[in-house]
DNA sequence: CATTGCCGCTACGTTTTGTGTAGCACTGAG
DNA sequence: CTCAGTGCTACACAAAACGTAGCGGCAATG
């Protein structure tokens, strides 16, 4: 038996202790350019421009609004010596997208073999 | 020393071979509803009606354009009972998805003791 | 055979979100 | 002073999502 979907919780009863922190975060990462950001901020600090640049001219505005948020939430800070870096538990969640980097490659190479 | 994003690529020089895949998911993820539709079909195959139910009453409109998209990109196929149910591959999408519910839990947790 | 109920959708007008370009206020260097 | 770089903000436009209504199909029921 494939072990997929194994002790996942049950789908009838959304079960409400992990379910908040996770639905937030998960409509954190669904607003377009979050995860980008922070990726791009992995390793060294960037300026608002360069972010904004190794995000593909991002407009702005929403590069604006993103930082805010991330602020909010805990997962980016103003760095002393200018720009914007990440704090540690962002650092912690990019590490998580790892596996998901390993994910997308068997996921690429399946579609290739449709 | 603490560890975070040790062994990362380096920033400036978006590295070639692994981020077309992980750009891809990770654009597709981030798209409103995306993940929480591969949520909601954890374990058993839902309904259309079902699953938009499920995902607080979201416009048919939405939920037919990912189900088609989803399906496109081999995550989620129609059941033969009825209804759609998530590939394997999905299933091991959410399996990831376990590490970051951790995660957001830490990350509550350090928002309050903000 | 008509009704009822559920199925997967589609149409359409409104609202929200993101885009793209321009430019402002501030700071430090020359 | 000028000049370049900083972090933004304004505004008009486009794209995406929302919410409600309802259609055609199909199976069970009276």
Redesign the pocket.
Known sequence: MPSSSADLPKPGTTPAPTRPALAEIVELLS???TMRIIWELRGAPL????LQQACG?????????R?KRLGEEGLVV?DPA???TLTPLAAELLQIYQPLAAWAQRWQAAKGAR
């Open positions: 607003s377009k350019w300026t608002f421009r360069a001219g991002v407009s702005p505005t929403v590069l604006n609004r930082l103003r200018g720009g914007y």
